[in-house]
């Protein structure tokens, strides 16, 4: 699904990410790992056309994807997590999921004419989506909630959500499992598994928790100073001295 080719990402002479070259498999969960400063974010960044690369080449499908920005990604697939913005947090959790774009059905003179009963049925139709998405995930008793007062978790189900509301290939999840209970950290873990075997999403995340990755991911990959260290299953890496030291390192 995507290919990843010496990628570079310098802040200045710093090198975030230095040379990764790594692939994500169709219809698998991929975990990104590595200790704090491994190059991890910037990585995810510069893949969903949040920062350019410095040099390097990005593949989706064998298409080159390189810097290009978000939302002509989004509508290829390609979608990253982002949190909760400031401004919706005032707005209810389904409100949230309706304010996803959805397809341009463009400005003619026949949708201005015919535009109100157009609007009123888009309308219908993402609430009643909405709906079915809070419902994957088991909240939809949040949906009149405002977004804003929902718990850490519930959240990231939200964030997890709007990937849902478009018909996602590949989500980019960072850290969704940070600072989550136990009880809603197994709910996002099924939402994650249902996506992918019952939708076909693949996924790549990032996380700290290794029984979370344990759980839901394989390959596993390992970064570290910018570059790719590793990559197996979770057992494989764990029991990878270079892992270990790196690990041990910082
Ligand atoms: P990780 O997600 O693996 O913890 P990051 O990609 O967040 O790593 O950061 C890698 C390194 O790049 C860190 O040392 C960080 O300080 C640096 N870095 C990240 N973003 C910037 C930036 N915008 N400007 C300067 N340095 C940055």
């Not at 996380?207 to 394989?218: A, P, Q, T, V």
Request: glycine share 12%; with cysteine; aromatic share 6%.
């Amino acid at each position: 699904m995507i290919e990843v080719k010496n990628l570079h990402r310098h802040f200045g002479g710093f090198r975030a990410v230095d040379g990764a070259t790594l692939e994500i498999e169709t219809g698998s969960i991929t975990g990104l790992v590595g200790p704090n400063g491994a190059g991890k974010t910037t990585l995810f960044n510069v893949v969903a056309g949040v920062l350019p690369p410095t040099s390097g080449q990005v593949l989706m499908a064998g298409e080159d994807i390189t810097g290009l920005p978000p939302h002509v990604l989004f509508h290829k697939g390609l979608l990253r997590t982002f949190q909760i913005a400031h401004e919706f947090a005032s707005m209810s959790c389904r409100e949230n999921l309706m304010m996803v774009p959805g397809e341009q059905t463009g400005e003619t003179l026949w949708n201005t004419w015919f535009g109100r009963k157009r609007i009123a049925d888009e309308e219908r139709a993402l609430r009643a989506k909405a709906d079915e998405v809070l419902e994957f995930l088991t909240i939809e008793h949040l949906a009149d909630h405002k977004a804003g007062q929902v718990s850490g978790g519930q959240k990231k189900l939200l964030e997890l959500g709007r990937t849902m509301m478009v018909d996602a290939r590949i989500v980019f999840l960072d850290e969704v499992g940070a600072g989550v209970n136990r009880t809603l950290l197994n709910t996002i873990g099924d939402a994650i598994i249902r996506l992918n075997k019952e939708r076909g999403y693949t996924f790549c995340m990032i996380e700290h928790d290794m029984d979370f990755i344990g759980r839901l991911c394989d390959p596993v990959i390992v970064m570290a100073e910018g570059k790719v260290l590793s990559k197996g299953t979770i057992d494989e890496i764990k029991a990878d001295e270079r892992v270990i030291e790196a690990y041990l390192g910082t």
